[in-house]
């Protein structure tokens, strides 16, 4: 597992371990515990780049690289089962073409601790950024506007573990 960050608009690639060298200096320069700038400067020296470093914030600019990213949907109810096949049409293709996998999708075989007999997703991506990606492009947005409020679902994106 690594760790990519962007200074100036280049991207770079860190180890695992070498970033949480990075943290930890970070963490021994900025005693008021804000490290964003900290990181940033020290991640500067590290790829010796004459662009000076921008605010790093964990949230917006340091990503885990992790092998695979899942997009699990799970509904609550539908309402209106036409929006949703027509709905369908259109996510499948556009989560495919951004790099989607379906790896399950329907009714559950069985249910466990209160789960809902309902319809549940689970689609596999490369990484997190890629199924974000996917569910902010134009293709799935326009499938969104077509679901409108035929559904009640949770939808979630997870990283995978190594």
Same mark, same amino acid.
């Given at each position: 597992?690594? +760790?990519?960050?962007? *200074?100036?608009?280049?991207?770079?690639?860190?180890? @695992?371990? !070498?970033?949480?060298? +990075?943290?930890?200096? @970070? @963490?021994?320069? /900025?005693?008021?515990?804000? $490290?964003?700038d900290?990181? %940033?400067? *020290? #991640? %500067?020296? #590290? +790829?010796?780049? =004459?662009?000076?470093?921008? !605010?790093?914030?964990f949230k917006q600019t340091l990503f885990k690289t992790m092998a695979k990213a899942y997009w699990i949907s799970a509904y609550r109810s539908v309402r209106?089962?036409?929006a949703l096949a027509a709905y369908a049409k259109l996510a499948g293709p556009a989560l495919q073409a951004a790099g989607g996998r379906f790896l399950a999708r329907g009714l559950p075989a069985r249910v466990y601790e209160d789960g809902l007999e309902q319809r549940l997703v689970l689609i596999e991506f490369d990484s997190v950024a890629q199924a *974000?990606?996917?569910? &902010? /492009? @134009? %293709?799935?947005?326009?499938?969104?506007?077509?679901?409108? $409020? %035929?559904? &009640?679902? =949770?939808?979630? *994106?997870?990283?995978? +573990?190594?």
């Open positions: 597992m690594g +760790v990519r960050y962007s *200074i100036g608009g280049l991207h770079w690639q860190l180890g @695992a371990r !070498r970033f949480r060298r +990075v943290l930890r200096a @970070a @963490a021994h320069s /900025s005693p008021s515990g804000d $490290n964003g900290a990181c %940033a400067a *020290i #991640l %500067a020296r #590290l +790829v010796d780049s =004459d662009t000076s470093p921008i !605010r790093l914030t209106d089962q036409d *974000i990606a996917a569910h &902010d /492009s @134009a %293709a799935y947005q326009q499938a969104l506007r077509v679901l409108g $409020n %035929a559904v &009640d679902r =949770d939808l979630r *994106i997870v990283g995978g +573990v190594e």
